[in-house]
């Protein structure tokens, strides 16, 4: 419970400083070649969470989402799952997963026509 409070008031910090000062592109990749990185909206999803905005959130980088509501259900067990796995399927699935946040930010950006 205490890892989702500190969790959720990040969010509702960094949801009032982007209010008050939107720093602008924080991906180093991004800003200096225009690529984004696999993580790249990770911060927008945590601001979109912070300002009541789920859907927003999983929109800008469904991986990054879905690595956050892990990490706060990690200690109902979802950790010792993780854990249970193999090495490599281990790899395979963050691997995966990278891509497919790759992927999904050069569309969601306009870079990748599908």
């Given at each position: 419970m205490l890892r989702v409070a500190a969790m959720a008031a990040a969010a509702m910090g960094a949801a009032w400083?982007?209010?008050?000062?939107?720093?602008?592109?924080?991906?180093?990749?991004?800003a200096v070649t225009g690529i984004p990185c696999p993580l790249c909206g990770g911060t927008t999803v945590f601001i979109?969470?912070?300002?009541?905005?789920?859907a927003q959130a999983v929109l800008a980088n469904p991986v990054a989402f879905a690595g956050a509501v892990a990490l706060a259900l990690a200690p109902l067990g979802l950790g010792d799952r993780w854990r249970a796995l193999q090495p490599n399927t281990r790899m395979w699935v963050l691997g995966t997963a990278l891509l497919g946040s790759e992927l999904w930010q050069l569309v969601r950006l306009g870079l990748l026509r599908v």
């Open positions: 400083i982007h209010r008050v000062n939107d720093p602008g592109v924080l991906c180093p990749l991004r979109e969470m912070g300002s009541g905005r789920p």
